[in-house]
T-cell receptor, first 112, second 114 residues
Framework: ELKVEQNPLFLSMQEGKNYTIYCNYS?????LYWYRQDPGKSLESLFV?????AVKQEGRLMASLDTKARLSTLHITAAVHDLSATYFC????????????FGKGTLLTVNP | DGGITQSPKYLFRKEGQNVTLSCEQN?????MYWYRQDPGQGLRLIYY???????QKGDIAEGYSVSREKKESFPLTVTSAQKNPTAFYLC?????????????FGEGSWLTVV
């Protein structure tokens, strides 16, 4: 059974600081997704990483995938309050979108 | 605008009742999904459908039923057999179920048992 672990689960940051969220998973996969969720809202797709070494950046967020280490990171640069949300990673264990396993999410709070 | 519409946003169910959550998409996607989210947890797959008139159980299908009579519609019924139905329900779709296709989510429906 695929297990997906995110850490930290809770992260409180100061504006302007950098930090990294980690997503570890237990079985071989080269498909990993990052989503953002605002309180009580839907999930917004941030990144789809499809191969070892993939790196994608959008604004202050950068995601990478190391399939050998079974690790993805979501790096936040110079955090701003608008980035406050819960971030989920999801791993595809079987080559199909219906085989995604989600992590529990990281609740990020960016303080002024 | 293209997207996924879920209704109702909030729903209260009495013990022993069945309730149906609506999901409509105008993205022309073949694949549709229902997920359940509990507080502080990730999403868990209830049912998915890769094409009209076909659907498959996900990881937590017990107590739920679905239909896929039209490409754009994938309603979820929460039956009285579901012992702990209070949760946030998210409908999603993707162009197809092949890995790597972006999955788009609706705004969700909150179901509370009273």
């Amino acid at each position: 059974e695929l297990k997906v672990e995110q850490n930290p689960l809770f992260l409180s940051m100061q504006e302007g600081k950098n930090y990294t969220i980690y997503c570890n998973y237990s079985t071989t996969s080269d498909r990993l997704y990052w989503y953002r969720q605002d309180p009580g809202k839907s999930l917004e797709s941030l990144f789809v990483l499809l191969s070892n070494g993939a790196v994608k950046q959008e604004g202050r967020l950068m995601a990478s995938l190391d399939t050998k280490a079974r690790l993805s990171t979501l790096h936040i640069t110079a955090a701003v309050h608008d980035l406050s949300a819960t971030y989920f990673c999801a791993v595809d264990s079987g080559g199909s979108n219906y085989k995604l396993t989600f992590g529990k999410g990281t609740l990020l709070t960016v303080n002024p | 605008d293209g997207g996924i519409t879920q209704s109702p946003k909030y729903l209260f169910r009495k013990e022993g009742q069945n309730v149906t959550l609506s999901c409509e998409q105008n993205l022309n996607h073949d694949a549709m999904y229902w997920y359940r989210q509990d507080p502080g947890q990730g999403l868990r797959l209830i049912y998915y459908s890769q094409i009209v008139n076909d659907f498959q159980k996900g990881d937590i299908a017990e107590g739920y039923s679905v239909s896929r009579e039209k490409k754009e519609s994938f309603p979820l019924t929460v039956t009285s057999a579901q012992k702990n139905p209070t949760a946030f329900y998210l409908c999603a779709s993707s162009a197809n179920a092949v890995s790597g296709n972006t999955i788009y989510f609706g705004e969700g429906s909150w179901l509370t048992v009273v």
